[in-house]
């Protein structure tokens, strides 16, 4: 059986539809190029999460950010920049879980001083730490856990992993 014709488009007929879609897909593909991450240090991709601000002038340990609306419930140190390869965050404000990883251009006893004493200014309560070379730091807020890895990066910086994750107190 043979179709009727009509139910066809010409080729010359389908050059619009294909010189639309060319373009479509070149505008599309130039607005997501704006989008990509700039890895020419190496390594890995970061993004800076916060905008620098002086050290406390008491004991030069760094200060929080002025705001950091992404996690509004956690303290991150100015200068502060996202490892995006290791992040992943689940949920949003006062309620996400995941992992943010930070690298900081604090040595590992200014970052130690800074959580300790911050910490409790948003409400979390201190579980237990263990300080060594990698030292970890474990707070409870709510129905969540945070648990802080600080570990040095060189003489002068550090890393930080910091792992929020759901808790469930259970009374026996």
Request: charge should be positive; aromatic fraction near 8%.
């Amino acid at each position: 059986m043979r179709l009727p014709t009509a139910l066809f488009a010409s080729r010359a007929a389908s050059r619009p539809i294909g010189t639309i879609f060319a373009l479509s897909l070149f505008t599309l593909g130039t607005a997501l190029s704006g989008c990509t991450l700039d890895t020419l240090g190496g390594g890995s991709k970061t993004v800076r999460t916060s905008a620098p601000t002086s050290g406390d002038s008491k004991n030069g340990s760094p200060t929080p950010p002025p705001a950091f609306s992404q996690f509004s419930d956690v303290p991150v140190p100015a200068n502060a920049r996202m490892d995006l390869d290791k992040t992943i965050i689940l949920g949003a404000e006062d309620g996400w879980i995941g992992r943010l990883a930070l690298t900081t251009s604090y040595p590992l006893t200014e970052m130690y001083s800074f959580y300790e004493r911050e910490m409790p200014n948003f409400s979390w309560e201190r579980i237990t730490v263990v300080r060594s070379s990698v030292t970890t730091m474990t707070y409870s807020r709510g129905g969540r856990i945070a648990t802080i890895t600080l570990q040095p990066s060189g003489s002068s910086s550090s890393i930080v992993d910091f792992t929020v994750s759901p808790y469930k107190h259970s009374s026996k």
